[in-house]
């Protein structure tokens, strides 16, 4: 079975209580709880300021679009480091209190992937990192490599296999040339695809081969990924047309795993059961024409999105109906 078939959560939690965030994950997810990120708490905390805390060798700052590279680290990798630390206590503390690593497989983190990075760091002239591809090259290897500490760290930290998710939201835009430019004069061209795919390969390779690709937008490049040698991708299934189911087909066929983002980010109108959520993730295997065993083995189940932006209520309670539906496809796959 898969590490990643099981209930889990993209990354991003509400408010500014590291230790609240991790002893409701912790405690509701069973199996793939993970470490939550924070935004709300301003520079460093959001998934590019996090960067900072892992890059090797590569300083970044704040400017008023966002964050830039610049030749030494300076407070912004200070405040990014301190968030990290409190987060990885945070987690390590509720860990501990629930008992350990005890019946739970894995715990999973999280890092932006390089073409995202590159497409949002900013090089000292002002223009994307992404624009040049010897800066893309070389943040792509500073964060395959702090991405791999990372790893390393949680998992002496907790004693259990670490999963780690790349975010790429910018990914289908970069190669789609669709990234806005300083001026109308300085496009951004697009990112070769072949590029990209080798870049997050790196990535993923620097980690182990517990790791996964997060994509929550439409029009996935599946040609690409088919081809690539990404074990796992994570994605919103409202996205999911009939092309796209067609090469999500072909990529589960190939023996590889997926986590499907079934429930909304900010909390629906009327909230679905566990068992409506467990269908929603069936009817999706079933019009591929899988047996169910692929579905309890290797399919999960998460929100589309990080829940920065969701009510403390909704968070908690999207957590809750992720397990509970992944518990109940666990139980009895053909019943669901």
């Known amino acids: 079975?898969?590490?990643?078939?099981?209930?889990?959560?993209?990354?991003?939690?509400?408010?500014?209580?590291?230790?609240?965030?991790?002893?409701?994950?912790?405690?509701?997810?069973?199996?793939?709880?993970?470490?939550?990120?924070?935004?709300?708490?301003?520079?460093?905390?959001?998934?590019?300021?996090?960067?900072?805390?892992?890059?090797?060798?590569?300083?970044?700052?704040?400017?008023?679009?966002?964050?830039r590279i610049v030749a030494r680290p300076g407070s912004v990798m200070r405040r990014s480091a301190s968030l990290l630390d409190e987060d990885l206590d945070a987690l390590e503390e509720a860990w501990e209190k629930a008992g350990g690593g005890v019946g739970r497989a894995a715990v999973k983190v999280q890092a932006p992937g390089p073409i995202t990075l590159a497409a949002t760091l900013e090089l000292p002239n002002g223009h994307r990192a992404i624009t040049d591809p010897g800066a893309v090259r070389d943040l792509a290897a500073s964060l395959a490599e702090g991405a791999a500490v990372h790893r390393a760290e949680v998992a002496r930290r907790l004693g259990v296999t670490v999963v780690v998710q790349f975010d790429e939201p910018l990914l289908t835009a970069a190669l789609a040339g669709r990234l806005a430019g300083v001026t109308a004069m300085t496009p951004v061209h697009p990112v070769d695809e072949a590029l990209a795919m080798r870049l997050l390969e790196d990535?993923?390779?620097?980690?182990?081969?517990?790791?996964?690709?997060?994509?929550?937008?439409?029009?996935?490049?599946?040609?690409?990924?088919?081809?690539?040698?990404?074990?796992?991708?994570?994605?919103?299934?409202?996205?999911?047309?009939?092309?796209?189911?067609?090469?999500?087909?072909?990529?589960?066929?190939?023996?590889?795993?997926?986590?499907?983002?079934?429930?909304?980010?900010?909390?629906?109108?009327?909230?679905?059961?566990?068992?409506?959520?467990?269908?929603a993730a069936a009817t999706i295997t079933d019009r591929l024409g899988f047996s169910r065993s692929v579905l309890a083995d290797r399919v999960g189940i998460s929100p589309v999105c990080g829940l920065a932006a969701a009510t403390d209520d909704w968070a908690r309670a999207a957590t809750a109906l992720t397990q509970r539906a992944a518990e109940a496809i666990a139980g009895d796959p053909g019943a669901v």
Do not use: K
């Open 1 to 67: 079975m898969s590490l990643v078939a099981a209930a889990t959560g993209i990354g991003s939690w509400p408010g500014t209580a590291p230790r609240r965030a991790a002893e409701v994950i912790v405690g509701d997810l069973h199996q793939l709880p993970y470490l939550p990120e924070l935004p709300a708490r301003g520079v460093g905390a959001d998934i590019i300021g996090r960067a900072g805390a892992l890059l090797v060798d590569v300083a970044i700052d704040t400017v008023p679009r966002g964050y």
């Open 203 to 279: 990535c993923v390779a620097a980690v182990g081969d517990q790791a996964l690709v997060h994509i929550c937008t439409a029009d996935l490049p599946w040609d690409a990924l088919q081809r690539s040698l990404i074990p796992a991708l994570s994605i919103d299934a409202s996205s999911l047309n009939d092309a796209a189911l067609d090469g999500l087909g072909v990529f589960i066929d190939s023996g590889r795993s997926l986590v499907l983002g079934l429930l909304p980010a900010a909390g629906p109108d009327a909230r679905p059961s566990a068992e409506d959520v467990a269908t």
